[in-house]
Each structure stands twice: as C-alpha cells, then as structure tokens.
C-alpha cells in the first residue's frame, strides 16, 4: 500500500473510532438521562414510604446521610487531584470549594447538613464530629470506604463516571426527590418553620440542577476529546456502581431501622 493510501485508512479509521465513540456517548447519556433518574427514584416505595414512618426511624435514617455527605466531599477532592487538566477538574475544583464552604467552615455543606439534623432532633445542637464518628453503620462505612477505594484505585474515567456523575449528578435528583417525601411527614409539616432548610435549599434546589448540567456538559468535553468508545464503557461502568450505591446504601438503612415499605 502506497504512503497516501495508508495515511488515507488512519483517517478513516480515526473516523471510524470517533464515530462509535460520539454514538457511544450519545447511547449512555440516554440511559443516563435525569428523567429516568427522577422517575426511578420517585417511584422507589423507600421514598414513598419517608412520610409515613415514626419521627424516631426518620431521624434515625436520615441521620445517616450526614456520612455520605462527607465521604462524597472528600472523594471529589480525590477525584480532582486524579482528573487530566481542563475544565473538567477546574469545575469539579470549584464544587469541592462550595462543599466546604468557600473558606468558612461554618458554610460548608456537611455542617448545613447537621444543623439540619439539629432542628429535627436527629443530634444534640453541638455535637462534635468526634462525638458523631462512632454512630456510622457499619454497613454504611463499608460502603463508603469501597467508594474511597475505588475512587483512588480504579481509572481515572471508572472515577468520574462513579463519583463525579454517579455521585454529583445522581446526588441532586436524589436529594430532590428525597425532600419532596421529606416534607410530607406529619412532625417535618408541623415543625418547618423551625427546621434549618438551608442544606436542602442548595441540594434540592436550582444550584445543584446547574451543576448537573455543567457537570456533564465537561464529562462530554473530555469523552470528545478522547474519541474512543471504550473511553465511555469505562465511564459508564463507573456510573452504574455509583448509582448502585446508592440503591445499597438506601435499602441498609431501610432494614436495619426495620421500615416498611409494602
């Protein structure tokens, strides 16, 4: 084969590989779309279930999500130290910032998220972190710590699929989805004047709908860069073990508190 014929083939075939990537990207963010997510998740009898449980299991249940907030600030700080330089790590950068408060402690979403806990009576007003470090599952700290590992051990791409869009993307519309059923419940009804929202007004609010769209808009940059479908196999292996988590995580919770949901 001539010089211009070979360089003629790896043209084609550069297109050839381009093309099954962009169809590849194309066919998992159909599976991945947020209305699938918002629809799964509405319909999942755990949440619709939230309203009509005693004030002790809901407490109990929701007093756990305060270990998987932290675990997820401190995973996407990993996450950023492994992501290539673009605007992907940039943004998710910018995320772990507002997570921790944008330098005031006091700001930082995992200590929203306690004053949340506080004005429910899930913990006493004060409680220290090391006060509150022993009362994780344990189940639930096997969960997180697989996350950890794999979020340091498994590719860069496996991470951003499982903590980036299986952990920001997915994160919000579960937290929608969750407030809704949450202020349902009799006692959250009786009490929202006094319940300190301000955690749920980020998470379950437009900012967090912005930083899904953002979020991915930089995962589809990067994919495009790379151009290879097995680039977007890898991403959406990562993705689906993020969203199992939190199937896992939820339904743990479930059992051990003893909740009902037929």
Same mark, same amino acid.
């Given at each position: 084969?001539?010089?211009?014929?070979?360089?003629?083939?790896?043209?084609?075939?550069?297109?050839?590989?381009?093309?099954?990537?962009?169809?590849?990207?194309?066919?998992?963010?159909?599976?991945?779309?947020?209305?699938?997510?918002?629809?799964?998740?509405?319909?999942?009898?755990?949440?619709?279930?939230? $309203?009509?449980?005693?004030?002790?299991?809901?407490?109990?249940?929701?007093?756990?999500?305060?270990?998987?907030?932290?675990?997820?600030?401190?995973?996407?700080?990993?996450?950023?130290?492994?992501?290539?330089?673009?605007?992907?790590?940039?943004?998710?950068?910018?995320?772990?910032?507002?997570?921790?408060?944008?330098?005031?402690?006091?700001?930082?979403?995992?200590?929203?998220?306690?004053?949340?806990?506080?004005?429910?009576?899930?913990?006493? $007003?004060?409680?220290?972190? @090391?006060?509150?470090?022993?009362?994780?599952?344990?189940?639930?700290?096997?969960?997180?710590?697989?996350?950890?590992?794999?979020?340091?051990?498994?590719? $860069?791409?496996?991470?951003?699929?499982?903590?980036?869009?299986?952990?920001?993307?997915?994160?919000?519309?579960?937290?929608?989805?969750?407030?809704?059923?949450?202020?349902?419940?009799?006692?959250?009804?009786?009490?929202?004047?006094?319940?300190?929202?301000?955690?749920?007004?980020?998470?379950?609010? @437009?900012?967090?709908?912005?930083?899904?769209?953002?979020?991915?808009?930089?995962?589809?940059?990067?994919?495009?860069?790379?151009?290879?479908?097995?680039?977007?196999?890898?991403?959406?292996?990562?993705?689906?073990?993020?969203?199992?988590?939190?199937?896992?995580?939820?339904?743990?919770?479930?059992?051990? @508190?003893?909740?009902?949901?037929?």
């Amino acid at each position: 084969m001539s010089l211009t014929n070979n360089a003629v083939s790896d043209r084609s075939d550069a297109g050839s590989d381009g093309n099954r990537a962009s169809d590849a990207l194309e066919a998992f963010w159909a599976r991945a779309a947020i209305s699938k997510l918002e629809a799964r998740f509405a319909l999942a009898r755990e949440m619709e279930t939230l $309203p009509h449980l005693p004030i002790a299991q809901l407490r109990a249940i929701v007093f756990q999500y305060r270990y998987f907030t932290q675990a997820f600030i401190t995973d996407l700080a990993l996450l950023v130290s492994r992501c290539p330089e673009g605007r992907l790590r940039s943004l998710l950068g910018q995320l772990v910032d507002e997570e921790l408060g944008e330098g005031d402690p006091e700001q930082a979403h995992a200590r929203l998220y306690d004053r949340f806990l506080e004005s429910i009576g899930a913990i006493e $007003p004060g409680a220290s972190p @090391h006060d509150l470090r022993g009362s994780v599952h344990p189940k639930v700290r096997e969960l997180l710590a697989d996350l950890r590992d794999r979020t340091i051990n498994f590719s $860069p791409l496996y991470a951003i699929g499982m903590r980036g869009l299986g952990g920001e993307c997915v994160c919000g519309v579960y937290f929608s989805v969750m407030h809704t059923h949450l202020r349902r419940h009799p006692f959250i009804v009786e009490n929202g004047a006094t319940i300190d929202w301000k955690f749920w007004d980020i998470h379950a609010g @437009h900012a967090d709908a912005e930083h899904n769209h953002l979020v991915r808009e930089a995962v589809a940059e990067l994919l495009r860069e790379r151009q290879q479908a097995d680039a977007v196999d890898e991403l959406a292996r990562g993705y689906d073990f993020g969203t199992s988590m939190w199937d896992a995580f939820w339904s743990t919770l479930y059992h051990h @508190h003893g909740a009902r949901t037929s």
